[in-house]
């Protein structure tokens, strides 16, 4: 599927529409190679009253030779700049790195129709 994989950067942007379209918010937070950087998805999980978490995902191989996203680091809520680190350390060893923070209602089940809709129509990946 690599000869139909979106350029990284539409692909960054057609993330932050969907999620806007959804009511929810996107941000590009650091920004990588135009056409085949890696992103990475930070969903924000709003835990309400001023609290939030954070985890971060990422398209893997899977088993049966598809991609997928796959939650690769959650936030703790005891150590949040150890989250932060987490980010920076990636991407100062992936200059290519695309890093994408979305706020969205229910982000793991954005992630999972995320994952159905690029499996179905192989565009994405």
């Known amino acids: 599927m690599s000869g139909s994989r979106l350029p990284a950067a539409l692909e960054v942007t057609a993330l932050i529409r969907l999620v806007e379209a959804k009511g929810g918010f996107g941000v590009v937070v650091h920004r990588g190679e135009l056409d085949s950087g890696t ?6 999980i709003n835990q309400g009253f001023g609290q939030s978490s954070a985890q971060v995902y990422e398209r893997l191989p899977k088993p049966d030779g598809t991609l997928g996203w796959t939650l690769s680091k959650a936030q703790d809520p005891q150590d949040k700049a150890e989250f932060d680190q987490y980010l920076s350390r990636r991407a100062a060893q992936d200059r290519d790195l695309w ?3 979305l706020a969205i209602a229910d982000g793991e089940q954005f992630i999972r ?8 129509h192989g565009f994405m990946g």
């Not at 992103?39 to 924000?44: Q, R």
């Not at 129709?113 to 179905?120: A, M, R, S, T, V």
């Open 113 to 120: 129709n995320l994952e159905e809709i690029e499996n179905k």
């Open 39 to 44: 992103i990475l998805i930070v969903i924000v």
């Open 99 to 101: 890093i994408v923070e």
